[in-house]
């Protein structure tokens, strides 16, 4: 009898092992969808790169000007998971040198890395998975453009059971997929434009809007603002419900996004100070789209507590 | 009796102005001394974006005034050792953390502010230069030394 229930034990373990082996496998990207990416341009690649804020977190610490299209890394985010570092992609060997596109496409779309596992969504590849595999070729030839850096980025320090990365594949069942967030109907050219801006590269979600115990998006309450992701404080409600922007007229969003100022003349702070510096480089029919979207999504009330 | 009158209102005047000099509410006084400059970046940012014609008296009178009120920023004064919290404060523990850094800022906008008067832009052109060297100072003060509340 005894020596039953142990074979039973044994046999629901190794199938719970298989089965978490199974499911918590890492996938990557249809080969077929990247073959039909034509070359990069990298003229186009330089608007993804500031369409996709690559420059915030993966330049060095408090770099400006020229110095924030060295990629080195070393970028803390102190989150409640722990320290997240970011790595040097810049194109050396320390760095993504020998990455070919497709490996690229498949930490970008996928979040898996050529060796096969699996990265923290602290890099947000649940936002860039929405993304065209055209500018994901583009971004390929840009970055190839960009000064090497040789720096070798700190390990992330983080608390178990984040430590597990297989663990995220479950995670990523449940969070990761390549699915517009919203449906507008009616959508002009520039709210679909918007759309793509905001919801893929720009992945203005990962910190406007509210995430659950284990750090998923609550897309019920889009862009309603959050609490900071990483330290104290607030990241605003940018949709019109009642602590939003409703006041503001898109062209104050255009605005805003270009210079840093809002309609009151306050100034952006936070780590929006350097999505602006990103913003400033889009062409400004790409800032007209993401007002255009942002006036267009559904209104909710501030994602976040009252202080 | 006017003399007792000026005996008893001397210390009354004497605490106004003692708590004037003081600054008895640190956040309050730093607090209107931002909105203050927000209102001299309304009148200038509008001509900066093109929605106003330039108007070079207009341009100086608003720059001047964004200079006197950024020469008013004394970091000892409006942010001291125990202002940290209290009010609707959104100034981030940092001012205090990093003392040096802040100082170092807003001497930075201090010297940026007086550089853009002391041009007195003429044309469009140069004003949206000065405008942008200067105006560069809220969003990079505002990145590290400002928490977002609501």
Same mark, same amino acid.
């Given at each position: 009898?005894?020596? #039953?229930?142990?074979?039973?034990?044994?046999?629901?373990?190794?199938?719970?092992?298989?089965?978490?082996?199974?499911?918590?496998?890492?996938?990557?990207?249809?080969?077929?969808?990247?073959?039909?990416?034509? =070359?990069?341009?990298?003229?186009?690649?330089?608007?993804?790169? /500031?369409?996709?804020?690559?420059?915030?977190?993966?330049?060095?610490?408090? +770099?400006?000007?020229?110095?924030?299209?060295?990629?080195?890394?070393?970028?803390?985010?102190?989150? =409640?998971?722990?320290?997240?570092?970011?790595?040097?992609?810049?194109?050396?060997?320390?760095?993504?040198?020998?990455?070919?596109?497709?490996?690229?496409?498949?930490?970008?779309?996928?979040?898996?890395?050529?060796?096969?596992?699996?990265?923290?969504?602290?890099?947000?590849?649940?936002?860039?998975?929405?993304?065209?595999?055209?500018?994901?070729?583009?971004?390929?030839?840009?970055?190839?453009?960009?000064?090497?850096?040789?720096?070798?980025?700190?390990?992330?320090?983080?608390?178990?059971?984040?430590?597990?990365?297989?663990?995220?594949?479950? /995670?990523?069942?449940?969070?990761?997929?390549?699915?517009?967030?919203?449906?507008?109907?009616?959508?002009?050219?520039?709210?679909?434009?918007?759309?793509?801006?905001?919801?893929?590269?720009?992945?203005?979600?990962?910190?406007?809007?509210?995430?659950?115990?284990?750090?998923?998006?609550?897309?019920?309450? /889009?862009?309603?603002?959050?609490?900071? =992701?990483?330290?104290?404080?607030?990241?605003?409600?940018?949709?019109?419900?009642?602590?939003?922007?409703?006041?503001?007229?898109?062209?104050?969003?255009?605005?805003?996004?270009?210079?840093?100022?809002?309609?009151?003349?306050?100034?952006?702070?936070?780590?929006?100070?350097?999505?602006?510096?990103?913003?400033?480089?889009?062409?400004?029919?790409?800032?007209?789209?993401?007002?255009?979207?942002? #006036?267009?999504?559904?209104?909710?009330?501030?994602?976040?507590? #009252?202080? | 009796?006017?003399?007792?009158?000026?005996?008893?209102? +001397?210390?009354?005047?004497?605490?106004?102005?003692?708590?004037?000099?003081?600054? !008895?509410?640190?956040?309050?006084?730093?607090?209107?001394?931002?909105?203050?400059?927000?209102?001299?970046?309304?009148?200038?940012?509008?001509?900066?974006?093109?929605?106003?014609?330039?108007?070079?008296?207009?341009?100086?009178? !608003?720059?001047?005034?964004?200079?006197?009120?950024?020469?008013?920023?004394?970091?000892?004064?409006?942010? =001291?050792?125990?202002?940290?919290?209290?009010?609707?404060?959104?100034?981030?523990?940092?001012? /205090?953390?990093?003392?040096?850094?802040?100082?170092? !800022?807003?001497?930075?906008? #201090? +010297?940026?502010?007086?550089?853009?008067?002391?041009?007195?832009?003429?044309?469009?052109?140069?004003?949206?230069?000065?405008?942008?060297?200067?105006?560069?100072?809220?969003?990079?003060?505002?990145?590290?030394?400002?928490?977002?509340?609501?």
């Amino acid at each position: 009898m005894i020596r #039953k229930l142990l074979l039973l034990i044994i046999v629901v373990a190794i199938a719970g092992g298989a089965g978490f082996w199974f499911l918590t496998a890492p996938a990557r990207v249809d080969p077929a969808k990247l073959a039909t990416a034509a =070359p990069g341009d990298a003229k186009r690649g330089e608007s993804v790169f /500031w369409a996709g804020g690559c420059a915030s977190c993966h330049a060095a610490p408090g +770099a400006s000007g020229d110095a924030r299209l060295v990629l080195a890394g070393g970028h803390e985010l102190v989150t =409640p998971f722990g320290t997240f570092v970011t790595p040097n992609i810049s194109p050396s060997d320390k760095g993504i040198g020998k990455w070919s596109f497709e490996d690229l496409a498949n930490a970008m779309l996928s979040g898996v890395s050529p060796d096969g596992r699996h990265y923290y969504p602290a890099f947000p590849y649940t936002s860039y998975a929405r993304m065209q595999v055209q500018d994901i070729a583009d971004l390929y030839a840009y970055l190839k453009t960009l000064p090497p850096s040789d720096n070798v980025a700190a390990d992330h320090r983080l608390s178990f059971p984040f430590t597990i990365r297989r663990g995220l594949g479950l /995670w990523k069942r449940l969070y990761l997929s390549s699915d517009p967030v919203l449906t507008i109907a009616d959508a002009t050219d520039a709210i679909k434009r918007g759309q793509y801006l905001v919801e893929g590269p720009g992945h203005c979600g990962e910190c406007h809007t509210p995430r659950n115990a284990i750090g998923g998006l609550d897309k019920t309450r /889009w862009l309603a603002g959050a609490k900071a =992701p990483e330290g104290k404080g607030v990241v605003p409600n940018i949709t019109g419900g009642e602590g939003g922007i409703d006041s503001w007229s898109e062209k104050d969003i255009t605005y805003a996004l270009e210079s840093g100022f809002t309609p009151d003349f306050d100034s952006l702070g936070g780590s929006m100070t350097d999505v602006v510096l990103n913003m400033a480089h889009l062409e400004p029919a790409d800032r007209e789209a993401i007002a255009a979207y942002l #006036k267009a999504i559904p209104a909710h009330p501030n994602g976040f507590p #009252k202080p | 009796m006017k003399r007792r009158i000026a005996f008893a209102a +001397a210390p009354l005047l004497a605490l106004a102005v003692f708590s004037a000099a003081a600054g !008895a509410d640190p956040i309050a006084d730093r607090q209107a001394l931002m909105k203050d400059q927000g209102k001299a970046v309304g009148s200038l940012a509008p001509i900066a974006k093109g929605e106003k014609p330039f108007d070079a008296a207009a341009v100086l009178a !608003a720059l001047n005034k964004l200079n006197d009120d950024a020469q008013k920023i004394d970091p000892a004064k409006l942010f =001291p050792v125990g202002s940290e919290t209290g009010g609707e404060t959104t100034a981030s523990p940092k001012i /205090w953390e990093d003392n040096a850094g802040f100082v170092a !800022a807003v001497n930075k906008y #201090k +010297a940026d502010a007086t550089a853009a008067a002391a041009a007195k832009p003429q044309d469009l052109a140069s004003f949206k230069l000065a405008f942008a060297q200067v105006s560069q100072n809220c969003g990079a003060c505002h990145q590290t030394y400002r928490i977002k509340k609501n």
